[in-house]
């Protein structure tokens, strides 16, 4: 529970959130584009389960783990991409949905004045896309893919980019080791969503925090700020 002093920390702070496996379920809609690629290829189609553990470094790391997964190298990285990206943009969220309670922790969030952006490894224009399908993109004031930085997570130069300037105290939400490095590296605390898409066990990763469910990042940010002031 927040008392007063603990939401008045939210005022003037930055928060950037990962978007795979934080924000929104997105699984389902990246498994129909990576297995519409990868079956005329002769691949078997990749499980639900599975690509869970591939998201998180971009659309073409997704696609050449899904090879490596069948002991296949992906020898045309490029048309593939642009493949993928095609048939993911053409119905972005076909099956993708918010995770529980993250619009209603937004609203709250940036009524306590937090400033919000996204920072992902997913191409800019899907995200945006999607944020705008699932109605979420007016919580945030920066949607921050890989070609709006000059170097992607893990590299602190995407936070920061996404953060912005002018803001007292800050923090990553995110589900992935990459999420965690990129904090790490700009020496901001993190939170890590247990329910996300890890290749790792997420108590494993390093965080300042490791929650299982959306409703809880206000508590959790609070005691990180806190431990810091």
């Avoid at 690509?51 to 998180?56: D, E, I, L, S, T």
């Avoid at 045309?76 to 991409?81: F, I, L, M």
């Avoid at 969220?93 to 919000?116: C, I, M, N, P, Y």
């Amino acid at each position: 529970m927040l008392d007063s002093r603990d939401t008045a920390l939210f005022a003037d702070a930055a928060i950037a959130f990962d978007l795979d496996g934080t924000l929104v379920d997105t699984a389902p809609d990246l498994l129909r584009a990576l297995n519409e690629v990868i079956v005329p290829r002769g691949l078997v189609p990749v499980k639900l389960q599975a690509v869970r553990a591939m998201v998180g470094r971009g659309a073409r790391a997704l696609l050449e783990r899904a090879h490596q997964s069948q002991g296949v190298s992906l020898d045309d990285p490029d048309s593939a991409v642009a493949r993928f990206i095609e048939v993911y943009q053409a119905d972005v969220a076909a099956h993708s949905r918010a995770f529980e309670d993250v619009e209603a922790t937004l609203r709250w969030l940036k009524a306590q004045g937090s400033r919000l952006s996204v920072c992902t490894n997913k191409p800019s224009a899907l995200s945006d896309l999607l944020l705008e399908e699932l109605g979420l993109n007016r919580y945030f004031d920066r949607i921050i893919g890989p070609e709006r930085t000059t170097a992607k997570k893990p590299a602190a130069d995407h936070l920061m980019d996404a953060l912005g300037s002018g803001w007292q105290r800050a923090a990553l939400v995110g589900d992935s080791e990459p999420d965690v490095g990129s904090a790490q590296a700009a020496s901001l605390p993190s939170i890590i969503m247990s329910y996300g898409y890890s290749e790792k066990p997420a108590d494993s990763l390093g965080a300042g925090r490791v929650i299982h469910a959306f409703s809880d990042v206000p508590l959790a940010l609070a005691g990180l700020w806190r431990a810091t002031t």
